[in-house]
């Protein structure tokens, strides 16, 4: 049952994967960058540490990128879970900072990349 | 659906209606699972029975919004806890102060009402965030900045109204000018100038006329702020950083004592921190010598700095404005701190304007105001367990002296020893002119277990420090009343006029019942 259940999330996140427009994602871009960027933007010249890109480095050693934008293995599911629930140290998101709306696409965004 | 304490069902249905009339339906949230986004995700009662938890959320968009949920929640004696972008975490987060307060959030009241850029101020919303009100300047392309705090998710009305710092303001509530705020009967109240109708000096002259009562709104419950004046700060010419080090334990009250006197004469405008990056680390033969008897003698850390070669004390600060008098303060400081034999003064990192926004890294954007969230990291990464879920922040204020900074962590230290906790060696912060604050993190938001063990330190700590005359400068809302209650003198005069005010500007006691200690009259029967 718990099986089933999992396939049937996978199942509608990827539904929810092909209908994202162009625009969805550019918005979902945008809702990245606004809310999550600040702690989970990739490294670089500028950008020597962030809270979440640096702990998920040095969780992940190489293993799985620890950018966020990076990721091929992020399912919209699992994205829109640790927006409300959170995870650790990051807190949850309300909605009235990402809505329901903005999370669609967020999620959208995050699994665009998403292998199956 | 949780319904506030002696509230009835019916009464509370009523009132969510009403709400739904005033702001609009999909404003008032209900269901549990939206109501939990409203928890405080670093409780340190989480999961317990004691966590603070709404009954409800309302999202006014508009002033008189907020003023009709305040005269819905008179009418039906509803208990309501305005918040402004719900991000203190440490501190609160956007949970009540009282459980089954129906929570305003104020976060979509986000605007930027006015910006003026000769005189350099801004007028926000109680939602703008500091990154809200840094975008607006940039896509402006205005060269004026915020005093921002270390996280920059918080607002300007919220982080100064709980007495919040930044850079370079520091006092942030020192830096406003003017507020704007519904009271508890619905009325909307202005403030200073404000109160004057088309007056040109809401923003520029602070007191007015009569009583200066804007303090009243901080750190109370006396009403809901919605629009504050905050001043805004140039580009600098030049900013210089330096850092001090010294491998002498018996240096820092000659550091500290020249610290504080260059910034008294205007040498030092900034921030200027004292740290120990041996002693506050946390390697075993460090940990062994604070935990000795006496902490560790003067010859024993100074050994222990050569075979480390680790300082023993740094003070970092930077120094912005005009570059000649920038320069001519940097020469003073180096000729100064270099005459106490052994101290170093080295350069680091210089910006000169324009800015290049691009190219400044993510640890230095604080420094210009800019708004980032990289002090999670700080917090996160370099300091503890990444798996930690949180904490509260123990922060006490203490005077600017070597030898305080010394005696406090010697007695917090050796205090939470015999509690089972691991204080170290906490640096000094100038937040505020002539105190240090020092920061404490308590884990928290994890298990029962750890939560119960962080509630027990904390209330150890926070005696500690007024048997010393020190006391928290904020706080988290489940030890408001502990430290309320340090603020004692003369039965707690104090205490006792902020709820002569609140019966009066209060009645029914609908806002924030209990937020720093200040509890409406029929709330408070159990103390009497």
Redesign the interface.
């Known amino acids: 049952m718990k099986i089933l259940k999992l396939l049937l999330i996978a199942a509608l996140a990827c539904l929810g994967a092909a209908r994202a427009s162009a625009q969805d994602l550019q918005h979902g871009k945008a809702v990245f960058d606004?809310w999550c960027g600040?702690?989970h933007k990739p490294l670089g010249p500028?950008?020597?540490?962030?809270?979440g890109t640096?702990?998920l480095e040095?969780?992940y050693k190489g293993t799985k990128p620890a950018a966020l934008e990076e990721r091929t293995d992020l399912d919209a599911a699992t994205v829109k879970t640790f927006v409300?629930h959170?995870v650790?140290?990051m807190?949850?998101?309300?909605?009235?900072?990402i809505s329901d709306i903005d999370l669609d696409d967020l999620a959208a965004y995050l699994s665009r990349n998403l292998k199956h | 659906m949780r319904v506030p304490t002696g509230v009835t069902s019916a009464d509370f249905s009523a009132a969510l209606e009403k709400f739904s009339s005033a702001i609009g339906k999909q404003w008032v949230f209900t269901s549990d699972e939206d109501v939990d986004l409203y928890r405080d995700a670093y409780s340190v009662y989480k999961g317990e029975k004691e966590e603070y938890l709404a009954s409800a959320a309302v999202a006014p968009d508009t002033v008189e919004q907020v003023q009709a949920i305040v005269r819905i929640a008179n009418q039906h004696k509803i208990p309501l806890f305005p918040f402004s972008t719900g991000r203190n975490l440490g501190y609160g987060g956007s949970a009540p102060s009282y459980s089954g307060c129906v929570v305003v959030d104020l976060k979509r009241m986000n605007r930027v009402v006015e910006i003026h850029e000769k005189l350099h101020y801004a007028v926000v919303e109680a939602g703008c965030s500091f990154f809200d009100l840094y975008r607006v300047l940039q896509s402006k392309g205005i060269k004026l900045y915020p005093s921002v705090p270390a996280p920059g998710w918080g607002s300007p009305v919220g982080n100064s109204l709980e007495h919040g710092t930044g850079t370079p303001a520091r006092d942030n509530f020192k830096n406003h000018c003017g507020m704007e705020v519904v009271l508890a009967n619905g009325e909307l109240l202005r403030t200073g100038m404000g109160a004057m109708p088309n007056a040109e000096t809401w923003q520029t002259y602070h007191y007015g006329y009569g009583p200066y009562i804007d303090g009243m709104f901080s750190q109370s419950n006396f009403g809901i702020v919605t629009k504050m004046g905050f001043n805004l700060f140039h580009e600098p010419e030049l900013t210089r950083s330096l850092t001090v080090t010294s491998g002498n334990y018996d240096d820092l009250d000659q550091i500290v004592g020249l610290s504080e006197y260059l910034e008294a004469i205007g040498v030092i405008p900034a921030n200027a921190r004292v740290f120990s990056p041996l002693m506050s680390s946390r390697e075993p033969e460090v940990v062994t010598l604070i935990r000795s008897a006496g902490g560790g003698s003067a010859g024993q850390w100074n050994q222990l700095s050569q075979d480390k070669n680790r300082p023993v004390y740094t003070l970092q600060t930077e120094i912005r404005g005009a570059p000649k008098v920038v320069d001519a303060q940097i020469e003073t400081v180096k000729e100064r701190f270099g005459a106490i034999p052994g101290v170093t003064v080295t350069d680091g990192k210089s910006w000169r304007a324009p800015l290049d926004l691009d190219k400044i890294d993510e640890p230095d954007k604080q420094t210009f105001g800019i708004p980032t969230l990289w002090r999670f990291y700080t917090d996160l990464a370099e300091n503890k367990d990444p798996d930690w879920s949180g904490h509260v922040w123990f922060s006490p204020n203490i005077p600017q002296t070597g030898e305080s900074l010394r005696k406090a962590n010697r007695v917090f230290q050796e205090g939470c020893d015999k509690v089972g906790i691991y204080w170290g060696w906490s640096g000094g912060i100038c937040f505020f002119p002539k105190s240090y604050t020092l920061l404490h993190a308590f884990q928290s938001g994890g298990d029962v277990e750890t939560d119960r063990k962080t509630r027990e330190g904390f209330a150890h700590v926070v005696r500690i420090a007024a048997e010393n005359g020190w006391s928290e400068y904020r706080t988290a809302p489940a030890f408001y009343d502990l430290i309320m209650d340090v603020f004692s003198f003369n039965n707690h005069s104090l205490r006792r006029f902020h709820e002569t005010i609140k019966d009066a500007v209060d009645p029914n006691g609908i806002l924030s019942p209990g937020r720093f200690g200040i509890w409406p009259k029929h709330m408070r029967k159990d103390r009497a």
């Open positions: 606004l600040s702690c500028y950008v020597s540490s962030v809270a640096s702990v040095r969780k409300r959170g650790k140290f807190p949850f998101f309300r909605k009235t900072e």
